[in-house]
């Protein structure tokens, strides 16, 4: 994707009583995507007892790792935004939003007459806004004391992530998206469409983002992140005599970018892309269900295991 670098910004964490939460910052760059760069921060032991925890971000170019320069930043102005974020309480009850194939462009022939871009943001926003205390009290739970944070515990896209090979359509949609909204933790699957436009290998090009681009926006807890063992930036992928390179009809990426093995409250959740070979995630199918089985039974039956996939791509996976 091609607009990351606009959304720049570096993230803290911070407790309740104000309290730094321990964080290395961290630089991503990718050629693919003309240099643009993802600055974030790593939240370290981020708290599982359900209580919010404020993230702060700041104008990246005044940052600096130590206190005096934090401290300036906010006395400058340099505070982009802040919000309470938080995880559900471990093994307590979990709910959330999944989404697939959404399509908001003139991809599908009835998004733009729909309006489904600003429709779709104004219905996730109008979920989030509704707050953790009257959700709850509503779906028959104790309701507790946090009435500032969404109610929803996650917001999943489960591959075609609005079928954009360039990054604007992900950037209109979510700077459609309210602060709330943004703070809901996201899960996200690669589908064909986000990995070749066209929807399969053989007619990849060189304009495809093979995952990478959506790799950086959403900065996914996966098995490996930003893996560049295969590299679509490699001369030998791009031209092959008089013709465009072959390599762009083969996945040019690495499964474990996109593979994860989550837990939120009483969900677990294993996501992975079709595009994988079955010998390369098979471990990891199998190590998912011995930890799904493992939660099932110490919770006596309150734990759910969820399977997020897209699409079987059979070549590619039995070959």
Same mark, same amino acid.
């Given at each position: 994707?091609?607009?990351?670098?606009?959304?720049?910004?570096?993230?803290?964490?911070?407790?309740?009583?104000?309290?730094?939460?321990?964080?290395?910052?961290?630089?991503?760059?990718?050629?693919?995507?003309?240099?643009?760069?993802?600055?974030?921060?790593?939240?370290?032991?981020?708290?599982?007892?359900?209580?919010?925890?404020?993230?702060?971000?700041?104008?990246?170019?005044?940052?600096?790792?130590?206190?005096?320069?934090?401290?300036?930043?906010?006395?400058?102005?340099?505070?982009?935004?802040?919000?309470?974020?938080?995880?559900?309480?471990?093994?307590?009850?979990?709910?959330?939003?999944?989404?697939?194939?959404?399509?908001?462009?003139?991809?599908?022939?009835?998004?733009?007459?729909?309006?489904?871009?600003?429709?779709?943001?104004?219905?996730?926003?109008? !979920?989030?806004?509704?707050? #953790?205390?009257?959700?709850?009290?509503?779906?028959?739970?104790?309701?507790?004391?946090?009435?500032?944070?969404?109610?929803?515990?996650?917001?999943?896209?489960?591959?075609?992530?609005? /079928?954009?090979?360039?990054?604007?359509?992900?950037?209109?949609?979510?700077?459609?998206?309210?602060?709330?909204?943004?703070?809901?933790?996201?899960?996200?699957?690669?589908?064909?469409?986000?990995?070749?436009?066209?929807?399969?290998? #053989?007619?990849?090009?060189?304009?495809?983002?093979?995952?990478?681009?959506?790799?950086?926006?959403?900065?996914?807890?996966?098995?490996?992140?930003?893996? &560049?063992?295969?590299?679509?930036?490699?001369?030998?992928?791009?031209?092959?005599?008089?013709?465009?390179?072959?390599? /762009?009809?083969?996945?040019?990426?690495? &499964?474990?970018?996109?593979?994860? !093995?989550?837990?939120?409250?009483?969900?677990?959740?294993?996501?992975?892309?079709?595009?994988?070979?079955?010998?390369?995630?098979?471990?990891?199918?199998?190590?998912?269900?011995? &930890?799904?089985?493992?939660?099932?039974?110490?919770?006596?039956?309150?734990?759910?295991?969820?399977?997020?996939?897209?699409?079987?791509? /059979?070549?590619?996976?039995?070959?």
């Amino acid at each position: 994707m091609t607009d990351v670098a606009d959304v720049t910004g570096v993230v803290r964490g911070e407790g309740e009583a104000g309290d730094a939460v321990e964080a290395a910052t961290t630089v991503t760059t990718y050629t693919k995507t003309n240099t643009n760069a993802l600055y974030s921060t790593l939240v370290k032991d981020f708290p599982s007892d359900g209580k919010p925890v404020l993230l702060t971000v700041y104008n990246a170019s005044s940052f600096s790792a130590d206190s005096d320069s934090d401290s300036n930043s906010k006395k400058n102005g340099n505070v982009l935004a802040q919000t309470p974020v938080k995880l559900v309480a471990d093994n307590t009850r979990a709910q959330g939003i999944v989404w697939a194939d959404p399509c908001v462009s003139k991809w599908c022939p009835l998004a733009v007459e729909w309006d489904l871009l600003n429709r779709s943001a104004e219905m996730l926003n109008a !979920i989030t806004n509704i707050t #953790g205390n009257s959700a709850k009290a509503k779906a028959g739970d104790a309701a507790d004391s946090d009435t500032t944070t969404p109610a929803i515990d996650f917001f999943a896209i489960v591959g075609d992530v609005f /079928y954009d090979q360039q990054g604007s359509l992900t950037k209109s949609l979510y700077d459609g998206f309210s602060l709330k909204t943004k703070s809901v933790p996201n899960q996200v699957v690669l589908g064909n469409h986000d990995a070749w436009i066209c929807s399969r290998p #053989g007619c990849g090009t060189k304009n495809d983002q093979f995952g990478y681009g959506i790799q950086q926006w959403y900065a996914q807890d996966t098995v490996e992140w930003m893996n &560049f063992t295969v590299n679509p930036d490699d001369p030998k992928y791009h031209t092959q005599g008089d013709r465009e390179g072959t390599g /762009y009809k083969s996945f040019l990426n690495t &499964f474990s970018n996109s593979l994860f !093995i989550q837990k939120i409250g009483n969900l677990g959740f294993l996501g992975y892309t079709g595009a994988s070979k079955l010998t390369e995630i098979e471990p990891y199918l199998k190590e998912a269900c011995a &930890f799904f089985e493992e939660e099932y039974e110490k919770s006596e039956g309150k734990f759910f295991g969820i399977l997020y996939g897209h699409c079987s791509l /059979y070549k590619m996976m039995y070959m």
